[in-house]
């Protein structure tokens, strides 16, 4: 009856240390995505996550990184559907616009998967890690540019309702990979104050 009333305490223990964890890791979360341009957007996309996060800036950073690069990849596919679908219209302005978006979207997939690679190998000191995450800050500010590009020339193009709909999307991934881009940017500052 001990032995059971021990393991009841210890299960209980873990419970509540498990919650009060995620706790601590969410409230991390929320504090972080407070300094982003859309701090509500970071933190519903990134909360599910804090298990994975706990209260490290690097997987902080590298978590939005990936999330960024998830939305983006099924944008990429949405676009691409869609631009097949505009090679059947009349309308050859708005199929161009979405093969010029599809195109910019698939170097911003690039682009962010290059940094999320970048983000998992991390490695060396000084120069060389400086150089490392300088080329992340890079990628993510060339993706967000490229997301950018998109939505401007969906705009010179009146496609109607689609591509309203589209703009709208893509400024959403937009602003998950501006979060990604100010997460990764907070996190090169912290170790750039405490590393150098």
């Known amino acids: ?20 964890s995620a706790g601590n890791a969410t409230e991390f979360i929320r504090t972080n995505c407070d300094t982003t341009l859309y701090p509500e957007l970071c933190y519903h996309s990134l909360a599910g996550y804090a298990n994975a996060v706990q209260s490290d800036p690097a997987r902080l950073a590298r978590v939005a990184v990936g999330v960024s690069l998830s939305r983006a990849k099924r944008m990429g596919l949405y ?7 505009a090679d059947y219209s009349a309308d050859h302005r708005a199929a161009a616009a979405l093969h010029d978006c599809f195109s910019v979207l698939g170097d911003a997939v690039d682009q962010i998967r290059g940094s999320l690679k970048q983000m998992r ?24 540019t490229n ?26 991934v937009k602003e998950v990979t501006s979060n990604a881009l100010a ?6 500052s912290k170790l750039m104050t405490t590393t150098f």
């Open 1 to 20: 009856m001990r032995m059971l009333i021990k393991t009841i305490i210890f299960v209980i223990a873990g419970v509540m240390f498990s919650a009060a």
């Open 183 to 188: 997460l990764v940017n907070m996190f090169v």
């Open 121 to 144: 190998r991390l490695t060396g000191t000084g120069e060389e890690l400086r150089y490392q995450l300088s080329n992340v800050q890079t990628w993510m500010s060339a993706a967000l």
């Open 147 to 172: 997301e950018d590009t998109c939505v401007d020339g969906l705009d010179d193009v009146a496609i109607g309702v689609v591509g309203d709909e589209v703009s709208g999307r893509i400024l959403k």
């Open 79 to 85: 676009v691409a559907n869609l631009s097949r679908q």
